[in-house]
């Protein structure tokens, strides 16, 4: 595990030497065939272990505090090879009941094809994980803070259960980023990004990871080669220079999300705030616990009689945009983007609304936010599609 600080570790470790020039950046290795007589590694794209993948690798697991790293094509590409690997037909699979979308569709409406049994926890307090646990289960998967209303799970709690049940404990760490939590340090086996997120953090890459012990992480690989998600080395190229500044962009959102998040909890427009940052949060003692900061992300309901078509149409600075987690604010409604693929029904229990935002915030002076806000917020309160 490195000493060295986060920033450093950003900064330089898995760069690669530019040996015939000195240039002050990691060169960038294009090719996609290498030699394979004469050479201690054979290298191939598909097989992660290109000059560019497996020095990014190296930084990934430096800032998540593991052993080894992968780098995926996408952050899906990431879960859905790490459960493939981790579950066999016969298998059961323990997920938290609040999960990204994207993952609650792949287990339900994959799983049953490969025979993988799964059943999602009704909370989050140990009872709700460990009265799901069976005879055959072999995986807990959680996400924490989870998207879109960041709620906070136990991640010491969960690791424990893992380890009296002989289970392999998984966590989606995007929301989160290794600024704010290094779930390993609190026993959790498998931390998965998606790094189209904070890690790449400009909105302009499309990548996933996942960060893990050698053993763990060779039997992940053994998939990933036949499954073919690795990332081009162009994007790894660019998601390495992007990880240089994610201390400072990260710690930057912090800032502003946890003064925002005050501005909003007490606007009279707004019904709720979610963010692990505030006193209010049921969760907030546990996030001080277990995080470093409490993040970028939150989100809010407005109040009856608002319109959030209305609220997004009048924002001049915050962008309505489907992704989040990049130097610019955006906002999007969960119901219509990220859990739309969700029935009515599951968004109700899960305690999505149709009025609820989820708020990424980005670098820009705060103050500036805070006015595009407010001035969308009092345009809309008139409700005049007009002025809106």
Known sequence: MSKKGIHTICTHVGELKDEQFKGAVSPLYMSTSYAYEGVEVKRYPRYFNTPNQEALSQKLAALEHTERALIFGSGMAAVSTTLMALLHKGDHVVLQHSLYGGTYNLVVEEFDKYGIEYSFTKGLAREDFESEIRENTRVIYVETPSNPLLKITDLSMVAELASEKILISVIDNTFASPVNQNPADLGIDIIIHSATKYLGGHSDILAGAVCGSEEHIDRIFQLAKNFGGSLSDYTVWLLERSIKTLGIRVKAQNRNARKLAKFLHKHEQVKQVYYPGLKSHPDHELAKAQ?????????????????????????????????????????????????????????????ISDRLLRFSVGIENRKDLMADIEQALIACAAGSLKEC
Do not use: N, W
Not at 300 to 313: P, Q, R
Not at 316 to 344: F, N, Q, R
């Open 291 to 351: 995080m470093h900061g409490f993040g970028g992300m939150m989100s809010f309901e407005l109040e009856e009689g608002m319109d959030t078509a209305l609220f997004l149409k009048r924002l001049k600075l915050i962008k309505p945009s489907m992704s989040l987690a990049g130097v610019e604010s955006t906002i999007l409604s969960p119901a219509k983007t990220s859990h739309a693929l969700l029935s009515e029904e599951e968004r109700k229990r899960q305690g």
